[in-house]
DNA sequence: TAGATTGTTAATCGATTAACAATC
DNA sequence: TAGATTGTTAATCGATTAACAATC
């Protein structure tokens, strides 16, 4: 492989995939992997590990596999997880309470450093250790805490102008939970999670198996 | 377009998102919309929203656009929610919760029709009007119901078992909120919600842009 | 009619897979 | 040494885009 060819983004999407399957290798005390069972483990070919491994390095050794720790550690710091990213999160309903709550967010390289929300009943209460914010103190703690990063949780009407205030504010990347489409700068990086969108995708196969529909 | 070729799957993950993007446009009152318009509003392509509408047959006017509602019923009707599917959900912590009190879930065809969790405490306790049921109630509610989609927000260490019982149950289609890549027949439908992964893959670019990282 | 926009074809682009020499 | 598995190349497969005749 050519070190200069960029990694294409679907290589960097699956790697964080990777990156926790050896996680769960380690926790069972397997020491080594081969692109073989990996790929059993996640549901991906062995080709296709190997060639997105590749992009960044040769992290194997033939006739042995990977050492799962090593592999691990070089994949964590391909994705930048050496160190905790600070992650403000808009939105305080049963949802965000549920990502703030989530130990999944805060371990795992990642750390809620502010909680937001417009909602005046809402503002000094806390989630956890974090009190929940008025949106006036947002530009303050992005600053304070360099955030970068920033989880939209709110309803779907409010979610632009969220977007806007967190990007005027200095967040580069964003994950967005509200069913709605962001108009950000090319810069800007938005990622969604619908999984609405995901279920009505499932029901399309669904109506077919029982031949509701040709 | 040749009517008998089997839309790939990427175009029916995108459905879901004209049909929502088309329900904001009646919401609006807008009537008609064009490819390119639609396209602006979701961040694809003209050409490849009219390719992707044209595996099901044509919906347009030449010249004119697409009428909105009529658009929208048609690939309603192909994602078979012109009628309401019944879910059932396992696992009811914060996340859980958060998914049963959703809007979003109990309307645009889907209903939520079980609740159900192992944790002796939580048995009998209701989250809104949805009684919280043990697992040994699951295959009743699913034959009762016809349940052919469950949505799974138990830990990872949990997640397996509860799809192993959900496909023995009857269930046909699962979204997965685990952290853990499920095992299953291959004529059953998985997919995943699994937002850490997704924050991953944008510290990789944030690691970079700011010249943390080569 | 003139202008706009569809549906479709063909060209392009990109991702996955198969295969195998290198080598542990 | 023999067997296993990597890293990489080339072939295949599939998805996106550009372009345009058809037509409203």
Request: charged share 20%.
């Given at each position: 492989?050519?070190?200069?060819?960029?990694?294409?983004?679907?290589?960097?999407?699956?790697?964080?995939?990777?990156?926790?399957?050896?996680?769960?290798l380690?926790?069972?005390?397997?020491?080594?992997?081969?692109?073989?069972?990996?790929?059993?483990?996640?549901?991906?070919t062995?080709?296709?590990?190997?060639?997105?491994?590749?992009?960044?390095?040769?992290?194997?050794?033939?006739?042995?596999?990977?050492?799962?720790?090593k592999l691990?550690?070089?994949?964590?710091?391909?994705?930048?997880?050496?160190?905790?990213?600070?992650?403000?999160?808009?939105?305080?309903g049963?949802?965000?309470?549920?990502?703030?709550?989530y130990?999944?967010?805060?371990?795992?390289?990642?750390?809620?450093?502010?909680?937001?929300d417009?909602?005046?009943?809402?503002?000094g209460?806390?989630?956890?250790?974090?009190?929940?914010?008025?949106?006036s103190?947002?530009?303050?703690?992005?600053?304070?805490?360099?955030?970068?990063?920033?989880?939209?949780?709110?309803?779907?009407?409010?979610?632009?102008?969220?977007?806007?205030?967190?990007?005027?504010?200095?967040?580069?990347?964003i994950?967005?939970?509200?069913?709605?489409?962001?108009?950000?700068?090319?810069?800007?990086?938005?990622?969604?999670?619908?999984?609405?969108?995901?279920?009505?995708?499932?029901?399309?196969?669904?109506a077919?198996?029982?031949?509701?529909?040709?």
């Amino acid at each position: 492989m050519d070190r200069l060819d960029i990694p294409p983004d679907v290589v960097i999407r699956r790697l964080p995939l990777y990156a926790r399957s050896l996680r769960y290798l380690l926790d069972e005390g397997i020491h080594s992997v081969s692109s073989q069972e990996l790929g059993e483990r996640i549901n991906v070919t062995a080709a296709q590990i190997r060639k997105d491994l590749s992009y960044f390095g040769e992290f194997g050794k033939q006739g042995i596999g990977y050492d799962v720790e090593k592999l691990l550690n070089h994949i964590e710091r391909i994705l930048g997880l050496t160190h905790r990213w600070p992650v403000v999160l808009v939105g305080v309903g049963y949802l965000g309470q549920a990502i703030a709550r989530y130990d999944g967010f805060n371990n795992q390289g990642l750390q809620i450093v502010g909680l937001f929300d417009n909602d005046p009943a809402k503002i000094g209460q806390a989630v956890g250790s974090h009190p929940i914010l008025d949106y006036s103190r947002l530009q303050e703690v992005v600053r304070e805490h360099q955030v970068r990063l920033a989880i939209i949780a709110v309803p779907a009407t409010h979610a632009q102008s969220v977007a806007d205030m967190l990007i005027e504010a200095g967040v580069r990347a964003i994950l967005n939970y509200a069913p709605i489409i962001l108009q950000t700068p090319d810069d800007v990086w938005v990622r969604y999670i619908d999984p609405v969108a995901v279920l009505h995708s499932m029901t399309y196969y669904l109506a077919r198996e029982s031949g509701e529909i040709s």
